[in-house]
């Protein structure tokens, strides 16, 4: 079993608790810019924002040449990932409206570089990383901690979350 991502899981929670005073209505710096229009379920955002963001973005990003597979396919395992769900989610991710304020970029650019993420992931561990696909090809970085996808884009559907379920 897998643990060298474990401390990132820290970070990830992070977002995870921000996301939920955003969805509590959460007042002082995450005061939202406006409301959503009604076509949101902010539940369902909720859901999939919660169900998305700790554990299998780090899980996938954490992918490497040389990895034991087997705990993301093992069905007892808690490092499963659930490639049809995490779809799911990006799809209900993807009725977010951007952020007025997008700093740090829109949703609606970033979820399908998290698609591609998602891809990229079930193909390493499908082909048991041989040969390991890092994405490099498309001109950007999908693996590793520092990349853009769990430093900056995460933020941008943060954003998004926190003005349309406020």
């Not at 996938?60 to 993301?72: I, Q, R, T, V």
């Not at 977010?96 to 650019?109: I, N, R």
């Not at 090809?137 to 590793?144: I, K």
């Amino acid at each position: 079993m897998m643990t060298k991502h474990r401390p990132f899981v820290g970070f990830a929670l992070a977002l995870v608790q921000l996301g939920g005073i955003f969805a509590a209505g959460g007042g002082g710096a995450f005061a939202p810019l406006h409301t959503a229009a009604a076509a949101v379920d902010c539940a369902a955002v909720t859901a999939a924002f919660t169900d998305f963001f700790p554990v299998p973005l780090v899980e996938m990003m954490s992918l490497a040449p040389g990895d034991n597979y087997d705990a993301y396919t093992d069905p007892a395992s808690s490092l499963r990932l659930d490639f049809a769900t995490l779809r799911a989610d990006l799809d209900t991710l993807a009725t977010l409206p951007d952020a007025a304020e997008a700093t740090y970029g829109k949703a609606s650019d970033v979820i399908p570089h998290y698609r591609r993420l998602v891809d990229l992931a079930e193909r390493n561990i499908k082909s048991g990383g041989n040969p390991f696909d890092d994405g490099s090809a498309d001109g950007r970085r999908y693996f590793g901690v520092d990349s853009p996808l769990f430093v900056t884009d995460s933020i941008a559907v943060l954003s998004a979350y926190g003005e349309a379920c406020s």
